[in-house]
């Protein structure tokens, strides 16, 4: 199901309309409004990401772009990229949403590293705690939004990680000397709109208890 996922191109048009490929420009998204699901930190583990970054900071004085508290997550799936996200399209992300059926879990990040991204780097927390069932529940948001028409948006190369920083310079990969622990209890669609210092918080979804 995954690889059929990652490789399916839709050719018709859906109910949504959403089915032309010009809807998620391969472009950089710099500039552009984003619709996306994450996991937020609870009170506790966004102290935590404080208090990595603050470190990093004080060791690296080139790291001076920090995530501000309100934008700290994990990415979940990328929904959309555009000029001007529909509303068409949120509605379509939150019907999705609504029949993905999960269980709680937690994420472990062990180690800081640096992604290359289009314009600088990214400095994040990553770490495997967890990866199969966050992976899991990227997948199961992918299978609904193809179940109602959208195109399925799956990386086979998955990886969890928070970004801390975005800088110029990189960090070498660091093994952090506690597992920073972030409990999944709920994920949240989010919309991301150029220049705003925050994202719109649109919905959350809890997931069930272990049974």
């Given at each position: ?127 495997n705690g967890g990866r199969e069932l966050?992976r899991q529940l990227h997948i199961q ?26 800088a110029d310079e990189t960090v070498a ?39």
């Amino acid at each position: 199901m995954l690889r059929w996922l990652v490789m399916h191109e839709q050719n018709t048009q859906s109910s949504f309309d959403f089915a032309s490929r010009t809807m998620h420009p391969k472009s950089s998204r710099f500039g552009k409004e984003t619709l996306f699901f994450a996991i937020l930190p609870d009170p506790e583990a966004r102290q935590a990401c404080l208090e990595i970054q603050a470190r990093l900071q004080r060791e690296h004085d080139g790291l001076l772009s920090p995530m501000t508290p309100e934008r700290l997550h994990v990415s979940l799936y990328g929904v959309a990229s555009a000029e001007k996200i529909r509303d068409e399209m949120i509605f379509a992300a939150c019907q999705a949403a609504s029949a993905v059926d999960a269980c709680r879990f937690d994420l472990s990040f062990d180690h800081v590293a640096s992604f290359r991204t289009a314009s600088r780097n990214a400095v994040v927390l990553s770490g495997n705690g967890g990866r199969e069932l966050l992976r899991q529940l990227h997948i199961q948001i992918g299978i609904e939004m193809h179940a109602i028409g959208c195109d399925p948006h799956v990386k086979a190369d998955f990886q969890p990680h928070a970004t801390l920083f975005y800088a110029d310079e990189t960090v070498a990969k660091t093994t952090l000397a506690t597992p920073f622990v972030m409990p999944v209890r709920e994920f949240v669609l989010l919309h991301k709109r150029p220049g705003e210092p925050t994202y719109e918080h649109v919905e959350s979804w809890p997931l069930s208890e272990r049974g």
